[in-house]
């Protein structure tokens, strides 16, 4: 049993990533090494652990049944780990905050710095993903608490609104005039490229409401996947994008860029702070009160 742990460590990760290569990264050993041990394990419990494709490994039924103890036994640690840890930090308040790239750059970072004057022993940790994710590892209490725009739902959740925000088409002058001289008689909409986010993301499917609702089909459409590189793209003069636009207030104010009439007006969005109901959302607004000014 003893010379086998380290060859469960081993095992563990290669069942969990399905791929010995990837399997090699995590554990900063080689791909032979990984592969001496799967079969010394193997070996030593008199079974096949895995089944090899091209496409990466398997589970074999003994594998699987194995993975599941194993795996459990991983978790336990992992709980042994978590609670010694926290243990010692009991004393130390913390905050674990989940935000999109494009909100923690725009919304959260801007009010960060008289947060953590104010709260100089609270230990903040930040985690970028989307919105759905965000609430994921809410559900999951892996955060405290999430900056989101206001989903459609949000069941079991308490959501505190921190500012409007809108959506507009912006782009160059130069662009603008370009397209007006090469196509004179035709609707931006039809010839010039629209740049937007992806279609996961919650700013993109509200978009998309609207130009369905306005009946507008957009010829040419540029898919990218941040705001910075919609806003960075807009200003080289690649196309149209469609931002936010208090994001580029500043960019509107010098004329850099300028907003592209298309006979709709978005309605407002909310942004704000999202944490799981119940008793511990009171106490999650207290501690962070000064984040929401």
């Given at each position: 049993m003893q010379e086998n742990l380290s060859l469960y460590h081993i095992f563990y990760i290669v069942s969990r990533t399905g791929n010995i290569s990837q399997a090699a990264k995590e554990l900063y050993i080689s791909q032979p090494a990984i592969s001496r041990a799967i079969k010394k394990l193997e070996d030593n419990l008199d079974t096949i652990?895995?089944?090899?494709?091209?496409?990466?490994?398997?589970?074999?039924?003994?594998?699987?049944?194995?993975?599941?103890?194993?795996?459990?036994?991983?978790?336990?640690?992992?709980?042994?780990?978590?609670?010694?840890?926290?243990?010692?930090?009991?004393?130390?308040?913390?905050?674990?905050?989940?935000?999109?790239?494009?909100?923690?750059?725009?919304?959260?970072?801007?009010?960060?710095?008289?947060?953590?004057?104010?709260?100089?022993?609270?230990?903040?940790?930040?985690?970028?993903?989307?919105?759905?994710?965000?609430?994921?590892?809410?559900e999951e209490d892996r955060i405290d608490i999430g900056l989101i725009g206001r989903p459609g739902k949000l069941s079991g959740y308490e959501f505190l609104p921190l500012l409007?925000?809108?959506?507009?088409?912006?782009?160059?002058?130069?662009?603008?005039?370009?397209?007006?001289r090469l196509f004179p008689l035709e609707p931006l909409?039809?010839?010039?490229?629209?740049?937007?986010?992806?279609?996961?993301?919650?700013?993109?499917?509200?978009?998309?409401?609207?130009?369905?609702?306005?009946?507008?089909?957009?010829?040419?459409?540029?898919e990218v996947s941040s705001m910075d590189l919609l806003i960075q793209f807009a200003q080289v003069g690649l196309g149209i994008a469609c931002v936010i636009k208090e994001f580029v207030q500043k960019e509107l104010d010098e004329g850099t860029l300028v907003e592209v009439p298309l006979g709709l007006v978005f309605p407002s969005r909310e942004i704000g702070f999202v944490c799981r109901s119940g008793a511990k959302a009171q106490e999650l607004v207290t501690s962070s009160q000064s984040l929401f000014i």
């Amino acid at each position: 049993m003893q010379e086998n742990l380290s060859l469960y460590h081993i095992f563990y990760i290669v069942s969990r990533t399905g791929n010995i290569s990837q399997a090699a990264k995590e554990l900063y050993i080689s791909q032979p090494a990984i592969s001496r041990a799967i079969k010394k394990l193997e070996d030593n419990l008199d079974t096949i652990l895995f089944k090899r494709s091209s496409r990466g490994v398997t589970l074999t039924p003994d594998g699987q049944l194995l993975y599941e103890k194993v795996k459990a036994a991983f978790e336990l640690l992992s709980e042994g780990e978590d609670s010694i840890l926290h243990n010692r930090s009991r004393e130390i308040p913390r905050l674990r905050i989940g935000a999109s790239t494009t909100l923690c750059k725009y919304v959260l970072m801007p009010r960060l710095k008289n947060f953590i004057s104010a709260n100089p022993q609270m230990r903040i940790t930040i985690s970028c993903q989307s919105t759905y994710q965000t609430l994921r590892l809410l559900e999951e209490d892996r955060i405290d608490i999430g900056l989101i725009g206001r989903p459609g739902k949000l069941s079991g959740y308490e959501f505190l609104p921190l500012l409007q925000i809108q959506d507009t088409f912006v782009a160059t002058k130069q662009y603008l005039e370009n397209q007006h001289r090469l196509f004179p008689l035709e609707p931006l909409s039809h010839t010039a490229t629209f740049m937007l986010l992806d279609e996961q993301n919650i700013t993109r499917q509200s978009v998309n409401i609207m130009l369905h609702d306005h009946q507008l089909q957009l010829g040419h459409i540029l898919e990218v996947s941040s705001m910075d590189l919609l806003i960075q793209f807009a200003q080289v003069g690649l196309g149209i994008a469609c931002v936010i636009k208090e994001f580029v207030q500043k960019e509107l104010d010098e004329g850099t860029l300028v907003e592209v009439p298309l006979g709709l007006v978005f309605p407002s969005r909310e942004i704000g702070f999202v944490c799981r109901s119940g008793a511990k959302a009171q106490e999650l607004v207290t501690s962070s009160q000064s984040l929401f000014i």
